[in-house]
């Protein structure tokens, strides 16, 4: 008789909950969207990496720490930072579970 797979047919969340890393996985996708966005937003200006670092009152070696996908220590006020000097606003809203 043929195993019965408990994950065909579940949603890739419910997986990544049971395996504990919902949460890392959820903080990573969210950093690389927002750090795809910036770079997006300062390429279509033409804005460098010195410039934006200016602009927001900052150091090249945090903006760069802004800009990796990986790193997910990220602020509300860095976000808001980087964005202003790019003349956009932060949008943040809480989503049900």
Same mark, same amino acid.
């Not at 900052?58 to 509300?76: A, E, K, P, Q």
């Given at each position: 008789?043929?195993?019965?797979?408990?994950?065909?047919?579940?949603?890739?969340?419910?997986?990544?909950?049971?395996?504990?890393?919902?949460?890392?996985?959820?903080?990573?996708?969210?950093?690389?969207?927002?750090?795809?966005?910036?770079?997006?937003?300062?390429?279509?200006?033409?804005?460098?990496? +010195?410039?934006?670092?200016?602009?927001?009152?900052?150091?090249?070696?945090?903006?760069?720490?802004?800009?990796?996908?990986?790193? +997910?220590?990220?602020?509300?006020? +860095?976000?808001?930072?980087?964005?202003?000097?790019?003349?956009?606003?932060?949008?943040?809203?809480?989503?049900?579970?």
């Amino acid at each position: 008789m043929a195993k019965h797979n408990v994950h065909i047919g579940s949603a890739l969340d419910d997986l990544l909950a049971e395996d504990g890393v919902l949460e890392e996985v959820s903080a990573r996708a969210i950093k690389r969207v927002i750090a795809w966005q910036l770079r997006e937003a300062m390429q279509a200006q033409g804005v460098t990496k +010195t410039v934006m670092a200016q602009r927001m009152h900052t150091s090249r070696s945090m903006l760069d720490r802004l800009l990796d996908d990986t790193d +997910t220590g990220l602020t509300i006020d +860095t976000l808001s930072r980087a964005a202003r000097a790019l003349g956009y606003r932060v949008k943040v809203e809480l989503a049900a579970a």
